[in-house]
C-alpha cells in the first residue's frame, strides 16, 4: 500500500501509442529508479509469502512480465518460468491461443517448465483485456499445473479483463478508469 504511490508516480501515459485513440501506460520509468523497482519486487515477493503462500514457480509474460518475474522468484528462491510467443522457445512446447484484436495469438511453455500439480503465481505489467493473462492461465492448467494467482502492477478497468479470470485469484497494484 505505501508503495502505490510511488509506483503511480513512474508510469507515464502516452498518447495515441501504439496507434491513435490507444492511451498506453509506459512503465518503463520505472527502471530510472532501481531501488525502487527492487522495493516493489520484495513488496511483490512478501505478497506472495503472506497471501498465496507456498509457490512452485513463478511464470511472467514477454516481454514486460520478464522485468519483474525473475525478480521475484529469486525473491522466493523458486523457478522461473518464461512464457513466450511460439516459437521463441526451443525444445518441446505445449501452446495455447488467444484472439487478439487482430486474428489469434499463440503463447507457449516448455514441456515440464510447469509439473502437475504445481502452484504457480503469475505475473504480468498489466491488465487489458484479459486474452494474454487468460491464456497463460490455460497453459498452466494444460500442464497440470494451477495458478495461485495472477498479479498485474496495472489494471485497465474499463477493458474488464478481470472478467476472463473468473477462476483465478487475482490482484492489481494500481487500476486505472
Ligand atoms: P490484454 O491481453 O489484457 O488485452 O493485454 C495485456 C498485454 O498487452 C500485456 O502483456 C501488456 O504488456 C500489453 N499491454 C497492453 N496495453 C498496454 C499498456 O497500455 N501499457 C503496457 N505497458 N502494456 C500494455
Not at 21 to 29: A, S, V
Not at 90 to 99: D, H, L, R, V
Amino acid at each position: 500500500d505505501q508503495i502505490r504511490p510511488k509506483i503511480e508516480a513512474h508510469i507515464r501515459e502516452v498518447k495515441d501509442f501504439p496507434k491513435k485513440g490507444i492511451n498506453f501506460r509506459d512503465i518503463m520509468p520505472l527502471f530510472t529508479n532501481p531501488q525502487l523497482v527492487n522495493e516493489l519486487c520484495v513488496v511483490i515477493a512478501d505478497h506472495v509469502r503472506h497471501t498465496v503462500g507456498h509457490v512452485d514457480s513463478v511464470a511472467g509474460l514477454e516481454a514486460r512480465g520478464f522485468l519483474f518475474g525473475p525478480q521475484v522468484a529469486i525473491q522466493l528462491g523458486v523457478p522461473f518460468v518464461p512464457i513466450r510467443k511460439k516459437g521463441k522457445l526451443p525444445g518441446a512446447t505445449i501452446e495455447a491461443s488467444y484472439q487478439k484484436e487482430y486474428g489469434e495469438d499463440i503463447v507457449a511453455i516448455q514441456e515440464g517448465a510447469v509439473k502437475s500439480g504445481d502452484i504457480v503465481f503469475l505475473i504480468d505489467d498489466l491488465l487489458a483485456t484479459g486474452g494474454t493473462l487468460r491464456a497463460a492461465a490455460n497453459l498452466i492448467q494444460k500442464a497440470g499445473g494451477k495458478v495461485g494467482e495472477a498479479f498485474v502492477l496495472i489494471e485497465l478497468a474499463p477493458l474488464n479483463g478481470r472478467a476472463k479470470l473468473p477462476d483465478v485469484k487475482l490482484t492489481t497494484l494500481i487500476s486505472y478508469d
